[in-house]
């Protein structure tokens, strides 16, 4: 029997070659996009789930308020993992890592520099899932200097695998022995560390100090410990250790701050959730996280292009309704049961729904790879065999063929054999309602998509050319120059006598650079715990304000070589000197206690208000800033002049390669340093672009396939209009006229819907330009202009046929 369907069925989609077309290629291009975000939202959610114990591992996370300023990091005290492990049984195991900065690793004669790097206690390996392929994971980082290596690197360095025992010379400093080789990473983790060194060497990482956050820390806990359990013996811990320490610098007890409002919170997140859940305000993550947000959006996006696949479907299933009245009347003349009527259209449903799907896997085959690099991903084509995803497809392809082939089966097969054979079938107002409204609501859909497109490309321009309060054009960084160490001034001076070279600083506290420090600043000299300001400190010297082209609001830059006293001396930014609360803040003196000694402070007086810049991503505000004098030799940045910015980089390198030869000469410019930031917004527009495109294409297939059966139901009006002089304008807007109010009506239904979406992705910037009103008369009139160049098409044709053939049709 079902072979009895499937074999009618495919006589009919034979016959009727242009609508099959249509409803083939609109299911293929939204089973592509399902397909895709499929497995983009898998890959999304299983971040950090290939860890045998990923439901009992938390990561501890700084949550601090004072006085007005905030402070938010995935970095905790030194002592706080080890007191968790040896105070609460439910605490198994911990690691803490330490990513200070990139490494430098000799190979032969040449350095490289490699950015995945870490320390890390020597029970890494059990608390994360790292296989090896040799050496021992229990005791390769037990040793001082001793490292472990990713598959990757080995065969970068060694060009084997079989390395155990040998050595690597890192940081230009120290000889650390290869103690195991581990496979390399998997891509949906939080870190993708190429290099472990082992902890032990490092001495504050044995020290006590509840006062900085340096290290990341992970605890695996015992089954059956709950995150409940887990937050309250950190808070216990907090209270135990870190309040009498903060109490005797700050003279605060914990109750008391959070009283006037501020706190100290150490909470824990689970590591599934760090990818998509991490604060969003924290600078200090290993590798920039994912957004939930857009995992929704998306997810909703490809939902809606399936939808509107479906909808072509049943909207060209009842429209030629009509031309299959008599089989429905004959089938039931004959005996055939509507239940078997409506296997019959679903057989013809799934038909179609398997060869888009076919079409579909093919097609994301041959696209995966593009859009791995559009999306940002490392999604392999080998995810498209596991079990759960085949789960997936043929779940989509079952619910799709119903949702696309239900109503029509159901609609269809409940003709009355007696009227339709006798002629008198009449379509009636509710399916053309129906019609109607399902095509409505494609293009509320597509509206809404050109809406969101235009408003990222006009939130992404406006970063683009916002002001910043720095000129980030024409400025080369030049990254880790740490190995030039007391030549660095010396390299400075050579690089300014180099044609087009403007100006130059040392430092690595950049806009655009990952470098933070935020300790806190009393305003009292007694160290009232009610005049602490928490603020980034950067350290900087005197050509950095000019160098960047920032301006200052009041006072002076730096100027060591007039003012002694400029050792002492802070320039504030304008957020910082709001916080601070001084009428004129010029000559205010500032003081910093050193370490845990509250009797040994250090006196700093601002010189000067700089203008606030943004530092950090515009989805956040801008917070205090400090700078003042201190050596940093962890990059530099030149401003050069003219076009030829490659002569410069490349007489610069020359320069470097006499100073420090043999060490890698690592460069980029402020301008793509600052792009970078946004990579992920940029990365949103792409795909919410052909999101749009892909909504449209699939819309116009339908609104194609009705206009053609528009066309051929009227064939013989057009011919009677036109013997009596209708014109071929006439006859387009006879035939164009409903369509383009259905398309008006959902752009109408799309305008508060698209704000109501956009304006709330917006929120996510703290810098946002604003809807105008002219986005929704440019979106609306694409959708309209899209809708009539695809009904004209068909109308023109309908209405240059030729009247007296047109008339003889039957």
């Known amino acids: 029997m079902f072979k009895n369907y499937l074999k009618i069925a495919w006589r009919n989609l034979w016959k009727q070659k242009v609508f099959t077309l249509i409803n083939v290629g609109g299911l293929t291009i939204g089973l592509t996009v399902g397909l895709l975000l499929l497995l983009w939202v898998q890959n999304e959610l299983s971040y950090d789930r290939y860890n045998k114990n990923w439901e009992r591992i938390y990561r501890l996370t700084t ?47 040449e350095t490289l520099q490699e950015k995945n790097a870490t320390w890390a206690d020597s029970t890494m390996f059990e608390v994360f899932t790292l296989p090896f392929i040799a050496g021992d994971p229990k005791t390769a980082l037990r040793d001082p200097f001793s490292v472990v290596i990713s598959e990757s690197a080995a065969r970068k360095y060694f060009q084997s695998t079989d390395v155990v025992g040998k050595m690597l010379h890192i940081n230009n400093t120290a000889d650390y022995r290869v103690t195991g080789v581990m496979k390399d990473i998997p891509g949906a983790s939080h870190f993708h560390f190429n290099f472990i060194m082992s902890m032990s060497e490092l001495s504050d990482s044995r020290g006590n100090n509840w006062l900085n956050n340096n290290y990341y820390t992970y605890l695996l806990v015992r089954p059956g410990t709950t995150g409940d359990f887990l937050k309250a013996r950190v808070k216990d811990v907090v209270r135990k250790y ?51 947000q857009y995992v929704y959006i998306f997810s909703a996006a490809g939902i809606f292009i399936l939808l509107i696949a479906c909808i072509n479907f049943m909207n060209l299933s009842t429209a030629r309704s009509a031309s299959r009245a008599k089989e429905v009347g004959v089938r039931k003349t004959l005996g055939s049961l509507r239940k078997q009527l409506v296997m019959q259209f679903l057989a013809e449903s799934w038909l ?66 007696l009227q339709v054979l006798k002629g008198r079938l009449i379509s009636g107002a509710n399916t053309k309602n129906i019609r109607s409204t399902l095509v409505v609501f494609q293009f509320v859909i597509s ?81 009232d715990p009610a005049s602490v300001v928490t603020a980034e400190t950067w350290s900087v010297d005197e050509h950095y304000i000019p160098t960047l082209a920032m301006k200052m609001a009041s006072g002076r830059n730096f100027a060591p070589e007039s003012f002694a006293s400029d050792s002492t001396g802070i320039i504030v930014n304008e957020t910082a000197a709001r916080l601070l609360g001084f009428n004129d803040p010029l000559n205010k003196e500032l003081y910093l206690p050193q370490g845990a000694n509250v009797a040994s402070r250090t006196t700093y007086h601002i010189i000067g208000v ?28 030149f401003r050069i002049k003219g076009n030829n ?95 383009i109010k259905l398309v008006l009506i959902a752009i109408v239904i799309a305008i508060p819907l698209g704000w109501y979406i956009m304006n709330s ?18 979106s609306g009139s694409i959708a309209v202009i899209i809708a009539l160049c695809t009904i004209s098409f068909q109308s023109v044709k309908a209405a240059l046929m030729d009247p007296v053939k047109s008339l003889r049709t039957e």
């Open 63 to 109: 949550n601090i308020r004072v006085n007005g300023s905030s402070y938010t990091s995935s970095l905790v005290p030194d002592p706080m993992g080890p007191t968790m492990v040896s105070e609460y049984p439910q605490v198994e195991k911990m690691v803490r890592l330490h990513t200070w900065r990139d490494i430098m690793v000799n190979k032969g004669h």
């Open 242 to 292: 870190m309040g009498p320490r903060y109490q005797q610098l700050f003279h605060i007890s914990l109750n008391d701050l959070e009283k006037q409002g501020g706190y100290v919170h150490y909470g824990i997140l689970p590591l599934a959730d760090i990818h998509l859940h991490a604060d969003k305000a924290d600078q200090s993550t290993i590798e920039p996280g994912g957004n939930v």
């Open 352 to 417: 179609i729904c398997t060869m888009a799907m076919g079409l579909a896997l093919l097609a994301v085959i041959l696209l995966l790879p593009y859009f791995n690099q559009m999306a940002g991903q490392h999604m392999s084509i080998h995810l498209l065999y596991s079990p759960r995803i085949i789960a997936y497809f043929l779940l989509l392809l079952l619910v799709v063929g119903m949702l696309a082939g239900a109503y029509p089966a159901f609609f269809l097969s409940g003709f009355k054999p």
């Open 447 to 527: 509206s809404v998509l050109i809406v969101g497109t235009i408003v990222i490309y006009n939130q992404l321009h406006y970063i683009q050319n916002r002001q910043i309060g720095y000129n980030r054009h024409q400025v080369l960084v030049l990254q880790n120059t740490y190995p030039l160490y007391k030549q660095v001034k010396a390299f400075r001076e050579a690089v300014l006598k180099i044609a087009g070279v403007e100006n130059g600083t040392m430092t690595g506290f950049l806009p655009t650079g990952q470098y933070r420090n935020s300790p806190g600043f009393f305003k009292d000299r007694n160290l």
């Open 610 to 637: 700089v203008k606030d810049f943004n530092y950090n991503s515009m989805h956040q505000a801008i917070t205090p800033l400090l700078l003042w004098m201190s050596e940093e030799r962890g990059s530099m940045a």
């Open 645 to 739: 910015a490659a002569a410069v980089v490349a007489q610069v390198q020359k320069q470097w390669d006499a100073m420090v030869p043999g060490q890698p000469f690592l460069y980029s410019f402020m301008d793509d340093d600052f792009n970078a930031i946004y990579q992920a917004d940029q990365r949103t527009g792409d795909i919410f672009i052909w999101f749009a495109v892909l909504a449209i294409v699939v819309a116009c297939l339908g609104l194609s396939g009705l206009s053609i059966f528009t066309a051929e139901q009227r064939t013989k009006e057009i011919g009677i209009r036109k013997v009596h002089g209708a014109s071929v304008a006439d006859i387009v807007t006879l035939l164009s006229r409903d369509f």
């Open 761 to 778: 992705w917006l929120q996510e910037f703290a810098y946002r330009t604003a809807i105008e009103w002219w986005v929704f008369i440019l």
